[in-house]
């Protein structure tokens, strides 16, 4: 699958928030300190500054045949808020000079659009400026089940790093219906507490394991963010 990333990227999301849609992008970046140079000019613009949406932008560790070395993801509040953050790009001369400066340094090889759905773990796990996360894509046969086993089996972890399960509703081709994203300080700490290392695994999978597929999985590190 070629696109894998992290869709999701609304570090520090709660539950409460669960109506958050986002924008993801992923992109093969030939000058990763000029895309940053780009991000931080778009944002203190006078447009970027009215942006309400929380901007992540991600390098991947590994992701299969996925040849994208880098993601954005754009993570607003609502729908409605998407929408009005939309209408702010449209006509602005901010995010017109950042497309320019944008495409020749990196080139958007895949995007996509979902909705978080739920989120587990405590953001107080997360300390680290650069977090690690792990993205499970994933097809789901029964989407209300599989969303009360995940619940219930991070609601047992909560000492554990953070979660978020998302729905992916533009993909295009991609078989892929959700994704599940793990975040730790590190990947190195997501690899010494990975799903089936925590508490309730076995009953996650005797509940869950028969609703979803998983399609592929990719890891990543937090390059920067970019917050309203």
Request: aromatic content about 10%.
């Amino acid at each position: 699958m070629e696109k894998t990333i992290f869709l999701i990227s609304c570090l520090f999301v709660q539950n409460s928030f669960a109506q958050a849609v986002f924008q993801s992008f992923d992109l093969v970046v030939s000058d990763p300190a000029a895309v940053v140079a780009a991000m931080d000019k778009y944002q203190s613009s006078s447009t970027g500054r009215d942006i309400t949406a929380s901007v992540i932008l991600y390098q991947y560790a590994a992701a299969g045949d996925n040849m994208a070395t880098h993601a954005i993801n754009v993570v607003h509040s609502s729908p409605e808020e998407m929408d009005a953050n939309l209408s702010r790009n449209q006509g602005s001369q901010d995010a017109a000079i950042w497309l320019e400066e944008m495409s020749s340094v990196a080139q958007i090889t895949s995007r996509w659009m979902g909705q978080i759905l739920l989120s587990g773990g405590d953001p107080n796990n997360i300390t680290s400026t650069n977090p690690g996360a792990i993205a499970y894509f994933m097809s789901v046969s029964d989407p209300s089940a599989y969303a009360r086993a995940f619940s219930k089996f991070v609601g047992r972890n909560t000492d554990v790093g953070q979660s978020f399960l998302s729905s992916m509703i533009v993909d295009g081709d991609n078989p892929a219906t959700h994704v599940v994203l793990n975040y730790g300080n590190s990947l190195g700490e997501l690899f010494s507490n990975q799903p089936q290392m925590q508490d309730g695994w076995d009953d996650y999978v005797s509940e869950a394991g028969h609703l979803r597929r998983i399609e592929s999985v990719a890891a990543l590190n937090v390059v920067k963010r970019w917050d309203p």
